[in-house]
């Protein structure tokens, strides 16, 4: 074998080298919290060297961004072009919104694991906080912001309070989220059922009388 072939697996290698390193830190958030989280616990289930983690990450918020930037932003990103390409009406497009969003986050437990440290611990890291708020919040207030805008303007959906508090309408999702957190070993809930009385919820409370 040549020396070139032999240099492809540790090129591969090397390359998914953060990806596998942001997965550890999953794991490690999920079992430790943010605070108790260490970096050569990290390192141990990544099946690298401590020094190697900060080849990448400097430190533990930058790996918090980068579970973040990996597991949640491509998500919103595919919901935004969704939202740009979608030919059907406003109600029809929230309602795949919402379906996607219980799909893709809600029913996801490694997203969960990012908003259950935000919700346990967001209040003492509030950098974290700030900065899910500017990478994820801020695009997808103005993602339904807009879906809800479209819908007024083409005589679907009532002028309402949702305009102006577009988060509302995503508010269903996000007790579902800490249901899955908090309860769902002792009362499991069925999320399809849910998504559905979500999306009913919602679109009764927009549409024009």
């Not at 029913?107 to 990012?114: C, E, G, L």
């Not at 005589?155 to 309070?161: A, H, K, R, V, W």
């Given at each position: 074998?040549?020396?070139?072939?032999t240099?492809?697996?540790?090129?591969?290698?090397?390359?998914?080298?953060?990806?596998?390193?942001?997965?550890?830190?999953?794991?490690?958030?999920?079992?430790?919290?943010?605070?108790?989280?260490?970096?050569?616990?990290?390192?141990r289930?990544?099946?690298?060297?401590?020094?190697?983690?900060?080849?990448?990450?400097k430190?533990?918020?930058?790996?918090?961004?980068?579970?973040?930037r990996?597991?949640?932003s491509?998500?919103?990103?595919?919901?935004?072009?969704?939202?740009?390409?979608?030919?059907?009406?406003?109600?029809?497009?929230?309602?795949?919104?919402?379906h996607?969003?219980?799909?893709?986050?809600?029913?996801?437990?490694?997203?969960?694991?990012?908003?259950?440290?935000?919700?346990?611990?967001?209040?003492?890291?509030p950098?974290?906080?700030?900065?899910?708020?500017q990478?994820?919040?801020?695009?997808?207030?103005?993602?339904?912001?807009?879906?809800?805008?479209?819908?007024?303007?083409t005589?679907?959906?009532?002028?309402?309070?949702a305009?102006?508090?577009?988060?509302?309408?995503m508010?269903?999702?996000?007790?579902?989220?800490?249901?899955?957190?908090?309860?769902?070993?002792?009362?499991?809930?069925?999320?399809?059922a849910f998504?559905?009385?979500?999306?009913?919820?919602?679109?009764?409370?927009?549409?024009?009388?």
């Open positions: 074998m040549s020396r070139g072939e240099s492809k697996p540790r090129t591969r290698r090397k390359d998914a080298r953060p990806g596998e390193i942001v997965e550890a830190a999953m794991q490690e958030f999920a079992e430790q919290g943010f605070a108790g989280a260490r970096i050569e616990r990290i390192a289930r990544a099946g690298v060297a401590k020094g190697t983690v900060y080849l990448y990450f430190t533990k918020d930058e790996l918090f961004e980068a579970a973040v990996e597991n949640i491509p998500m919103f990103a595919r919901l935004g072009a969704l939202a740009e390409a979608h030919p059907g009406t406003a109600a029809e497009l929230l309602t795949q919104v919402i996607n969003a219980y799909a893709e986050l809600v029913d996801k437990p490694q997203r969960r694991v990012i908003l259950r440290v935000l919700i346990a611990e967001g209040a003492r890291f950098r974290l906080t700030a900065f899910y708020h990478e994820i919040i801020t695009g997808a207030v103005g993602l339904l912001e807009a879906i809800v805008r479209r819908g007024v303007a005589g679907e959906f009532d002028q309402t309070l305009l102006a508090t577009p988060q509302v309408v508010g269903p999702a996000l007790m579902a989220i800490v249901w899955k957190l908090t309860f769902d070993e002792v009362a499991p809930l069925d999320l399809k998504a559905a009385a979500h999306c009913d919820l919602v679109l009764n409370g927009l549409r024009k009388r």
